[in-house]
């Protein structure tokens, strides 16, 4: 299984928004709706932000949000602020050997 | 809630590690523990889990034979061991909680860089 493929970066000013995409195949994203993201500042451990698709846990701002649509996931940070400058990945759930599979991530800035 | 994990390891070629994952709170009962690892310049790769009530594993074949996962319930830790290491072994372990929802990790380690050099 090769990873789920992410654009290696994104960027956006202070306020605008960024949108994030992670194409797998219909074996992957396109089979499940079990696809999460995770925001992940270097040294410190990374934080679940959605699930599910489009479900947020509890604590992350509603300016996070998750989309699917055939075979690719899209996750938009809306309103950008600089703590959101980290990177992203997606992950989905197969199911079978190897259960989860990773994207290759994405490094966000906020200019 | 934290998941503490241990420091930094230096091994050599053909050797063995071993990464523990403590919870700060009783957070593990009733859930699968979950290792994950990044290799530099690339993205997480998913190695397995753990029961943490049962102690069943389940890993993905690539570490079949290579890995083991165990746990002690009574200090809320859960380990991993990965053996015959190799320089493409030298990544950053994470232990990870697996949601309720199933198919994601609500609960991250900060990582455990495991560097394998001779």
């Known amino acids: 299984q090769s990873a789920l493929t992410q654009p290696p970066s994104a960027s956006g000013s202070p306020g605008q928004s960024v949108t994030i995409s992670c194409t797998g195949t219909?074996?992957?994203?396109?089979?499940?709706?079990?696809v999460s993201w995770y925001q992940h500042h270097p040294g410190k451990a990374p934080k679940l932000m959605i699930y599910?698709?489009?479900k947020r846990p509890s604590g992350v701002p509603d300016r996070f949000s998750g989309s699917k649509s055939g075979n690719t996931a899209s996750l938009t940070v809306s309103g950008l602020q600089a703590e959101d400058e980290a990177d992203y990945y997606c992950?989905?759930?197969?199911?079978?050997?190897?259960?989860?599979?990773f994207g290759t991530g994405t490094k966000v800035t906020v200019l | 809630v934290q998941l503490v994990q241990s420091q930094a390891e230096v091994r050599k070629p053909g050797a063995s590690v071993k990464v523990s994952c403590q919870a700060s709170?009783?957070?593990?009962?009733?859930?699968?523990i979950h290792w994950v690892r990044q290799a530099p310049g690339q993205g997480p790769e998913w190695m397995g889990r753990?029961?943490?009530?049962?102690?069943?594993?389940t890993f993905t074949q690539k570490f079949q034979g290579r890995v083991t996962m165990t746990r002690d319930r009574s200090i809320n830790e859960a380990y991993m061991e990965l053996s015959r290491l190799t320089t493409d072994d030298t990544a950053i372990y994470y232990c990870?909680?697996?949601?309720?929802?199933?198919?994601?990790?609500?609960?991250w380690g900060q990582g455990t860089l495991v560097m394998v050099s001779s």
């Open positions: 990870a909680r697996e949601s309720d929802f199933d198919d994601s990790f609500d609960y």
């Open positions: 709170e009783d957070i593990f009962t009733g859930y699968y």
């Open positions: 753990i029961n943490f009530n049962g102690g069943g594993t």
């Open positions: 219909s074996n992957d994203v396109g089979a499940y709706n079990y």
């Open positions: 599910e698709v489009n």
């Open positions: 992950c989905s759930y197969l199911g079978s050997d190897p259960r989860y599979l």
